[in-house]
Nanobody, 126 residues
Framework: QVQLVESGGGLVQAGGSLRLSCAAS????????VGWFRQAPGKEREFVAA???????????RYTNVVKGRFTISRDNAKNTVYLQMNSLKPEDTAVYYC????????????????WGQGTQVTVSS
């Protein structure tokens, strides 16, 4: 497993932007898939975005429909860091955001994500 620490959450007005970061340590995770999930109060955790490893330095991104066109997931392997750029934020994006790592590289099955961060709060005011 890798250790993951999220940062960058906060309070922002609707229409604003935030960039979340997730720093990984413990082992090189170039071949891991990485993902962002979120959990709003009273709701189940949901998938937001993931980068699946396709070999070498190639990754494929996928997003849940409600964030497509607004959120961008990226990674800097030299810094062992994953990012989630969130633009045009809406009140319904309010949640605790978690990053996670999947050693299989697939990033398509939640149960394969075996390393999780502690979460960072994002609050979007209307």
């Amino acid at each position: 497993q890798v250790q993951l620490v999220e940062s960058g959450g906060g309070l922002v007005q609707a229409g604003g932007s935030l960039r979340l970061s997730c720093a990984a340590s413990g082992r090189t995770f170039t071949s891991y898939a990485v993902g962002w999930f979120r959990q709003a109060p009273g709701k189940e955790r949901e998938f937001v975005a993931a980068l699946s490893w396709a070999g070498g330095n190639t990754y494929y991104a996928r997003y849940t429909n409600v964030v497509k066109g607004r959120f961008t997931i990226s990674r800097d392997n030299a810094k062992n860091t994953v990012y989630l750029q969130m633009n045009s934020l809406k009140p319904e994006d309010t949640a605790v955001y978690y990053c996670a790592a999947d050693p299989t590289g697939r990033g398509t099955v939640v149960d394969y994500f075996d390393s999780w961060g502690q979460g960072t709060q994002v609050t979007v005011s209307s």
